[in-house]
């Protein structure tokens, strides 16, 4: 473990020695992720890339990249490009990266199952903020926007995060 890591503990988040309240999916942590399940997969994951919403907050890192109106991520494991951001319009099933409302406003990836994605075992595992505390996820970690922020503001690609 590393001081620059980030450690799910069962009541929170850990980074540089603060404490940061989290939410995981409502199907709690499992080490066999199924696309669908709801479930937090445990392991080391990898900080790949971040995402904000520009018509509602600022750059929260000089790398962030902006979510448009026709981004999208594929989520069928029957799709070449699952578990990768795609644009609208697309046939296959996906999630909208642009919502109406703030969940997504600050989007951190992660590298579960890519980026030579495996059909079924799970897509889009982000960080992003809660819709409530300890309000359960489909599978992703959710912070207080706060917290997501200081986060954000951080971190790096590359940045490990261990799920235990």
Request: hydrophobic fraction near 35%; aromatic fraction near 6%; include cysteine.
């Amino acid at each position: 473990m590393h001081p620059h890591d980030l450690v799910l503990t069962p009541t929170h988040l850990r980074f540089l020695g603060r404490r940061l309240p989290r939410s995981i999916g409502r199907g709690g942590l499992t080490s066999d992720k199924r696309e669908g399940d709801g479930a937090t997969p445990r392991g080391l994951l990898r900080v790949t890339g971040m995402l904000y919403r520009p018509d509602r907050i600022a750059r929260p890192a000089p790398w962030a990249e902006p979510i448009g109106p026709a981004d999208l991520w594929s989520d069928d494991p029957a799709d070449p490009t699952y578990n990768q951001p795609v644009r609208a319009p697309h046939s296959a099933s996906h999630e909208r990266l642009r919502r109406a409302d703030r969940l997504y406003d600050l989007v951190i990836l992660t590298d579960w199952n890519w980026p030579a994605a495996l059909p079924g075992r799970g897509s889009a595992i982000f960080l992003h903020r809660c819709r409530r505390p300890l309000h359960p996820t489909a599978g992703c970690i959710a912070l207080r926007p706060g917290d997501l922020a200081w986060l954000a503001r951080r971190i790096a690609p590359g940045t490990r995060i261990l799920i235990r």
